[in-house]
C-alpha cells in the first residue's frame, strides 16, 4: 500500500516557524517530482510548493516565497517544507503530494499520482 505521511503541523504564534515532513511509504518515489498544497476553511486546495526529484529545481507561490522552503531528504523518499515567518493567513490543512512527472503549471496540478492525508497548521496572531 503506497502512503504518504505528512507530521510537523501545529499550533505556533504569527513570526514563528514549522518545519513539515513527508515521508513516503510502499514503493520508491525517488524519481518522483513532490509537491505541498493546502487547504484553508472554505478556499480551494493550493499547491505552495514543488520540487524535481533531483533537488535541483524548485517553485514557490508568490505568497510564500522567500518564507518556505522545500527541500527533499538524502535518500529523496522524504520531502520538508520549512515554514519561516508565518502568518495567520498561512493557517490550513497542508498536504504532501506526489507527481510522475514535473508539472509546467503547478497553479493547476491538482491531480497528482499520490495525495497525502494532511496535517493542520495553526497560525494565531
Known amino acids: 500500500q503506497v502512503q504518504l505521511v505528512e507530521s510537523g503541523g501545529g499550533l505556533v504564534q504569527a513570526g514563528g516557524s514549522l518545519r513539515l515532513s513527508c515521508a513516503a511509504f510502499?514503493?520508491?518515489?525517488?524519481?518522483?517530482?513532490m509537491a505541498w498544497f493546502r487547504q484553508a476553511p472554505g478556499k480551494e486546495r493550493e499547491c505552495v510548493a514543488a520540487?524535481?526529484?533531483?533537488?535541483?529545481?524548485?517553485w514557490y507561490t508568490d505568497s510564500v516565497k522567500g518564507r518556505f522552503a522545500i527541500s527533499r531528504g538524502n535518500a529523496r523518499n522524504t520531502v520538508y517544507l520549512q515554514m519561516n515567518s508565518l502568518k495567520p493567513e498561512d493557517t490550513a490543512v497542508y498536504y504532501c503530494?506526489?507527481?510522475?512527472?514535473?508539472?509546467?503549471?503547478?497553479?493547476?496540478?491538482?491531480?497528482?499520482?499520490?495525495w497525502g492525508q494532511g496535517t493542520q497548521v495553526t497560525v494565531s496572531s
Open positions: 520540487i524535481t526529484w533531483s533537488g535541483a529545481r524548485s
Open positions: 510502499g514503493r520508491t518515489f525517488i524519481n518522483y517530482a
Open positions: 503530494a506526489a507527481y510522475a512527472t514535473w508539472r509546467d503549471n503547478w497553479y493547476r496540478a491538482l491531480d497528482p499520482d499520490y
